[in-house]
């Protein structure tokens, strides 16, 4: 059995965003407008996330870095969630039930990497965008949590793919939005238990690091970067 | 002694003595009250397609005895897409047209169908199985994957004479039940995005 993970190599992303874009698009997460966004209530299942790490010169040196769901090994989110609508899959992948969730918000408090987003109201689209939204991913209604699911849809899409081709499923079969999206190929997508993924060998490596490894969330988005770390802005 | 003690020492103590057990005219009305409530939403929950919907009309009076079993028509030449698409399709008046432009036979239903596609009518099938609209089922992962057979979900429909009129509401149990039959993923992601 697969156990997905992503590693997003810092050295090599520019904060291009193009990973944002595309999983907007990807996953019909609607804008927020300007009203909302004011009240901090956007949602973005991934972010960048601004690091200072010391001076640059006279200006910060600022590091911008992609934060998705880190689909922890074991997610606090699930511990606390009251009617199941979270729960990890047997491929490691954490996921959401937006018909089962309550709105309760027990696991954006939990979650240590706050990438869970609450609708506080119905999605809506400027016109013609609504058009546009993608078939294999709900449309989230008002009240329930939501946050990135690494493409899910896509696996199951690989899924059939294979089985129609008859082979089982390489590596590259599966690969979410903004991975396909990086334009500086700082992302690369796979199985952490397959010995000879390109994941596998990248976690190996003496740059691999991952966010608040202390907590014991075992996430599986694993960060490589040379450099030391300075706090968040 | 002033007013108020005057009023106190009026006032019975409830002691032990008094009677718990039997409810009275108002415990009555209450247990009643209850007992009818629970009793309405039972039944209003168990029929309330029977009492609010209205059953399900077609346009034509559909024999799928007489397609299927009696002239050989596999499923696949009226739903043209279960074997390629997640949905199963409903036929177009011209997949109808090819053996009905004219009359084969002397039913009421087909004279009345030979009639629409000459008049170039739109046949406006109603969908008579239903799950809920935040399920992504794929027919074709189901019949080309895993090889079920139709009836496996929509039971004996081929052997019917005439359409049903109520939906049949696709339950989440009943997906469950078969996946860990067959021992196959009961992974959220599987159907809930």
Redesign the interface.
Known sequence: MARWSMVIDLDRCTGCQACVVACQVENNVPPAGADQAAAGRTISWMRLAPFQNGEHGTRPDLKLVPIPCMHCDHPPCIKVCPVKAT?I???G?V?Q???RCIGCRYCTTACPYTVRQFNWRRPEWPQPMERGLSP???VRPRGVVEKC?FC??R??RAK?KV??ENRPLREGDYVPACVESCPAEAMVFGDLDDPRSNVTRLSQSPRAFRLLEELGTEPKVIYLSKGEWGGEV | MNARDEQKSAVPEAGPTHKWHHPGRWGAVIIGFLAFTVISATAAVTLQDRIFRRPVEQPIKFNHKLHVEDNQLGCSTCHEYYEKETFSGLPDPDVCAFCHSEKQGDSEEEARLVKMIADGEALEWKSLFRQ?P?V?Y?H??HV??AKLECKTCHGDIASTTAPPTRVTKLRMQDCIDCHHQKNV?T????C??
């Open positions: 729960q899959g047997e491929e992948l996921a039930v937006y018909p294999d991913v709900s699911s899910h849809h696996l199951q059939d089985s129609a | 809920p935040h992504f794929s074709r992962r080309l994957v993923s992974d959220c992601t599987t809930h995005r």
